[in-house]
């Protein structure tokens, strides 16, 4: 959408007409915490529409959450808080009373 936008600002500074934004659906990947992950899985990648879930679904995930921290942060500081996040898994309890 973003990138649609973008090519319709620069069409109608040039004096063009603007394209029509067509939504294309890659799937969607939900992780409810350590327990589980669920999602599906659409276009290319499969050939049509997947469901995946389980350890495939969270190895999926995560890798998709450390390619945004990457592309929104740049790669120094991505990987400075992926590390940081390790070391906090680790240091931090897994249940607070409170």
Known sequence: MADTC???LKRLMSGQEPKAFV????????SLSRF????????NLV?????????LARVIYLSLYRM???AIHGWFKGVAL???GHVNRIVRPRLKLH
């Open 47 to 55: 050939g049509g529409r997947m469901a995946v879930e389980g350890r």
């Open 6 to 8: 973008l090519e319709n």
């Open 36 to 43: 589980s992950t669920v999602g599906t899985l659409m276009g």
């Open 68 to 70: 945004h921290l990457i």
């Open 23 to 30: 939504y294309k659906d890659h799937g969607s990947l939900v």
């Open 82 to 84: 992926i590390a940081i």
